[in-house]
């Protein structure tokens, strides 16, 4: 148990929703970090927040956004959603900002199926 | 051409063998290294961290890194069927935390 937290675990939707997924980093850590995780591009880094601020951005959609509230927990918006959207969602926390030597930690992961 | 190229497998290895992984990279300034390990829907776990090219040692596992050739491997001996997961190799530069990753190669080992 890598002491990061995701819920919910599956979530199945439709076309044109919007969904809510939420991570709580391990206890101590500042930064949170989405990754999305589908079958044809492997796991890509979509946001990191530290400390409430956005501190990175890849290849994270429009339709996609994300905060990180003051008790540090982040949650992930996906709004619009599409057939393509279907994925492994991870969230990973570490203690700094960008600190080169930090160590990501991995949540379980949600399961999102778009039908 | 993805920045980070790994062989999908699957590879099939007996129990007992020595299990042999590698990775490809194109950009010079990736200068961190991991391993990650991932069972069948669960999130990635850190096996391994490396920074400079040679080797470390953990337990049964070894890591190398090459970046003269940008290229990293690892190693797993005495192999068992517990180690039947997905790895993946990840990489990132000095400025940022970002992970660029690998696509992961499934491992098998079969008692």
């Known amino acids: 148990d890598s002491g990061v937290t995701q819920t919910p675990k599956h979530l199945i939707t439709a076309t044109g929703q919007r969904v809510t997924l939420r991570c709580s980093p391990r206890?101590?850590?500042?930064?949170v970090y989405w990754y999305q995780q589908s079958l044809d591009q492997g796991l890509q880094f979509l946001i990191q927040?530290?400390?409430?601020?956005?501190?990175a951005k890849g290849n994270i959609l429009e339709r996609f956004s994300a905060q990180q509230f003051p008790d540090l927990h982040s949650e992930l918006n996906l709004s619009s959603l599409e057939l393509g959207d279907s994925a492994l969602y991870f969230c990973?926390?570490?203690?700094?900002?960008?600190?080169?030597?930090?160590?990501?930690?991995f949540g379980p992961g949600t399961r999102l199926t778009v039908l | 051409q993805k920045e980070v190229e790994q062989d999908p497998g699957p590879l099939s290895v007996p129990e007992g063998a020595i299990v042999s992984l590698n990775c490809t990279y194109s950009?010079?300034?990736?200068?961190?290294f991991m391993w990650y390990r991932q069972y069948s829907r669960k999130g990635p776990e850190l096996l391994m961290y490396?920074?400079?090219?040679g080797n470390k040692e953990d337990g049964r596992f070894t890591a190398q890194v090459d970046k003269s050739s940008k290229y990293i491997s690892l190693f797993i001996r005495d192999s068992q069927p517990s180690d039947s997961a997905t790895y993946l190799c990840?990489?990132?530069?000095?400025?940022?935390?970002?992970?660029?990753f690998g696509g992961g190669t499934r491992v098998l080992v079969k008692p």
């Open positions: 950009n010079s300034a990736f200068q961190y």
């Open positions: 490396t920074y400079s090219s």
């Open positions: 990840a990489t990132k530069g000095t400025a940022g935390n970002k992970l660029t």
């Open positions: 927040y530290y400390n409430g601020e956005e501190r």
């Open positions: 990973a926390s570490s203690v700094g900002g960008g600190v080169s030597t930090d160590t990501q930690y």
């Open positions: 206890s101590g850590d500042l930064s």
